[in-house]
């Protein structure tokens, strides 16, 4: 147990608050404040100072990770994989898997456009997945 200081943590704090708390609790506080100050000096670096309406990609870039070129080349190849695995479906399986999964639709809205029902989408999607399963199982 450590104790520490509540308004080196907290802006709302207006005077020093202590408290004990477990050396678990203290460890995350630390990532924490690591994590920020990473962000600010990727900001700092990039000359960042911009709004997210600014639409030049600046923020996004800095939060989120950069790949490398091996993993931009190993996720291609990824989507190549599963996209060639949905094709291998017959074509309303292929089609209740891209509308489920892709486009975000339920099963419910995939059963009302097709007019069937509704355990008839989650059987054909369970089915499909299980065969992009074997499909992608055979690639590698």
């Known amino acids: 147990m450590k104790k520490i200081n509540l308004r080196d943590y907290y802006a709302f704090y207006q005077s020093d608050y202590f408290v004990e708390v477990a050396d678990q609790i203290v460890e995350l506080f630390k990532q924490f ?6 962000d600010f000096e990727r ?3 990039h000359k960042a100072y911009y709004s997210l309406d600014a639409n030049d990609g600046i923020e996004r870039d800095i939060v989120l990770l950069v790949l490398s070129p091996e993993e931009i080349y190993e996720r291609k190849m990824s989507n190549m ?3 060639a695995a949905i ?3 017959p074509e309303k399986q292929a089609k ?3 509308a489920h999964f892709f486009l975000q639709m339920n099963k419910a809205e995939i059963a ?3 007019g069937v029902s509704k355990t008839s989408v989650t ?3 369970e089915q499909g997945l299980k065969r992009i399963e074997k499909f992608l199982k055979n690639i590698s």
């Open 87 to 89: 094709n291998s479906l």
């Open 43 to 45: 900001r700092r670096v």
């Open 112 to 114: 009302s456009i097709e």
């Open 33 to 38: 404040c690591r994590k920020e100050h990473a």
């Open 81 to 83: 994989e599963l996209y």
């Open 96 to 98: 209740r898997i891209y």
């Open 123 to 125: 059987h054909s999607i």
